[in-house]
């Protein structure tokens, strides 16, 4: 499955990106007045090999949990029940990615992918939390009643693979079956939203330890040193910071992964989440459908996908910049500008599904903008 889907992707469509700029030259507007969204639109219509290309609805994010072997070197200051934890929030619509996702009118599929603990029973019920002391008095709707609001309620896919990865200190993450198992649930899902009608996949992850693989990911990947793609994560002080560099590099220097083969490189220094998230990239691209990348999970992710197809980077769309600095080293080799910048580092998917509206905005200008001729604008 896996190379099929890398037989799929293909290049962009040149004659829809000519057609595209040409149009956008002909809109009621200055020539180049909307800044990145009209590149993003020439690009959206290559991809689709359309002009206009559809509009990107609607939306679908897929967050693939799992958790990590690693987190035993001590690299997050959460413990690892946490993940198993903020699948059940997801289930019952309570987490931030739930909120943003309602706002932008996005579905949530939570895809286990890797979970080691027991996931807790989703409470999707919305009762009030008697602990929340800033909701505003009277305010109908207000806080959590809001969570039976907009699409379906979220969805959780069993598709574990192992229960987390071995600790990549020690020896390789996962075995080349495995991780090619966890690439192929990602291709799955991504072709299952696809089936379904989603116009746009986004990408979310939840894994407690998972910025420890996603910086060896970005390290292995563009040769750069771990010093510059290890971040602070969830927020680890100065001493954890310079141990979790260190747990970086005996990683690498364990494994010499080769970029040349990003299976191998996945197995020995990656993760489940960022396996599947790999394969939910390389099914959006096979499909020609655009994927809204999050934060420094889904840009690792991004990497790998490259070094499977190098094609599939024409399918992405840099959502957000994350505070984790690794995020900008892989989004300058994948030669992608993120479309916001807000200090997010927060993962889930919630920087993609903020990025969402910019996206859908640059399309529709291609469908709804009058040009001169037709409303008899005179131009400069
Ligand atoms: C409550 C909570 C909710 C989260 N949502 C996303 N993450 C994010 O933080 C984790 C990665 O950071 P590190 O590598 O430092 O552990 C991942 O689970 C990621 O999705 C969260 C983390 C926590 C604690
Ligand atoms: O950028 C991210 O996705 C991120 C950053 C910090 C912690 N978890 C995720």
Redesign the pocket.
Known sequence: MLEDTIGAVGPPDEPAMTAARQLQARLTKPAGSLGALEDLSVRLAGLAGSCPPPVPAPAAVAIFAGDHGVHAQRVSPWPQEVTGQMVGNFLAGGAVVNAFARQAGASVTVIDVGVAGPLPVPDPSGVADPERTCSLDGAAGAGPLDRAAGPAVPRLVDASVRRGTRDMTVTAAMTRDEARAAVEVGITIAEELVDAGAGILLTG?MGIA??TP?AALIAAFTGVDAAETT????GVDDLTYQHKIEVVRAALRRHHPDPADPLGVLAAVGGLEHAALTGFVLGAAAHRVPVLL?????VSAALAAAAFAPASVAAMVAGHR???PG?SVALRQLGLTPLIDLG?????GT?ALLALPVVTGAVRVLHEVATFDSAGVAEK
């Open positions: 992850d998972n910025t996603a971040g602070r994560g969830t999050d934060g420094v999970i889904a994350s505070a984790e995020a997010l580092r927060l993962g889930e920087g």
